[in-house]
């Protein structure tokens, strides 16, 4: 199983990014698929994930600014990223669990490379 997270970078406060996820080796439509996020010294935190069956689930500190969609046919999901604040900097890490809502780090079995977001105030 590989999972390939691109399309980080560096942007402005208030700005956009997004973010794909390419997932292979895995039944995809059958993985609940998250987005994390950590920086230095802290803990991996959640941000959202998208069950198998399209369900969503945002934290609180990106709800109404994030939004995570899935693309079965091409294997991918993605994090669409809007009104970015410099709290939002971290690496992004995409992760699968086979059909289970979690949105605990530690209950996920596959784990993408990460891609950094940096955004400037």
């Known amino acids: 199983v590989q999972l390939q997270a691109f399309g980080g970078g560096l942007v402005q406060a208030g700005g956009s990014l997004r973010l794909s996820c390419a997932a292979s080796?895995?039944?995809?439509?059958?993985?609940?698929m998250g987005w994390f996020r950590q920086v230095p010294g802290k803990e991996r935190e959640f941000v959202a994930c998208?069950?198998?069956?399209?369900?969503?689930t945002y934290a609180d500190s990106v709800k109404g600014r994030f939004t995570i969609s899935r693309d079965n046919a091409k294997n991918a999901v993605y994090l669409q990223m809007s009104s970015l604040k410099p709290e939002d900097t971290a690496v992004y890490y995409c992760a699968a669990v086979y059909r289970r809502y979690s949105s605990s780090s530690t209950e996920y079995d596959y784990w993408g490379q990460g891609t950094q977001v940096t955004v400037s105030s």
């Open positions: 998208i069950t198998w069956i399209g369900g969503t």
């Open positions: 080796g895995l039944t995809f439509s059958s993985y609940t």
